[in-house]
């Protein structure tokens, strides 16, 4: 699992720790020293923790005039046993919400499982974004199984299109287009 580095597309463009908004502003990284770990395995030191020994996150662009932000995640949702959602929401996302983020991309492609549990943060999240929406974006579809049993689709958005969105290789402007596109439609 160390090998698996966030996404680096789009540095040229945006760096959280270089944002003075951002809640990882200031951070340092090292590109040899992998200090933290997932069930006994190191992740890459580029992966940035908010609470959670199971999940971490890279917060790769946030556009706060449009009111967005992309978030690449990696590890086992698992609010079971560690509320993991809780730290999600009051360690992250109400940071970003007080800057004007309203609009959330996770992309999960490295999610492992998810183990969702209690609603209220998931809906408070949602309500904390009523001019905006939480888009779930190339989740495995177990994951998506699971998020959907506990009845997060009340909160959280995925789907056709979304599941497979290559987003790759686009600008994030591109991809906020396309999920705002496919959003506003499924919505509407």
Known sequence: MHDIEPYAGWRTLY???????????????SEYECHNEIYGYY?????????SPTLYLKLLYADYIRGYCIIEL????????NNDIMFLKRDFADFLIEKGI?????????VLNAFPQD???????????EN???????????VLEEMSAYGMRHYLNWGPGLDTLNWHGKSPDVLFAAVSHLLSTRLS
Do not use: M, T
């Open 74 to 81: 990696i590890g086992e949702w698992n609010d079971a046993v």
């Open 132 to 142: 905006g929406w939480i888009a779930l974006v190339n989740f495995q579809p177990h």
């Open 102 to 110: 309203q609009k959330f991309i996770l992309i999960g492609e490295q």
């Open 15 to 29: 760096k959280a720790e270089e944002d003075r908004r951002s809640p990882f502003y200031g951070r340092e990284y």
């Open 43 to 51: 992740i890459h030191p580029q992966w940035d923790e908010f609470g």
């Open 119 to 129: 609603e209220d943060y998931y809906a408070e999240w949602a309500e904390d974004c």
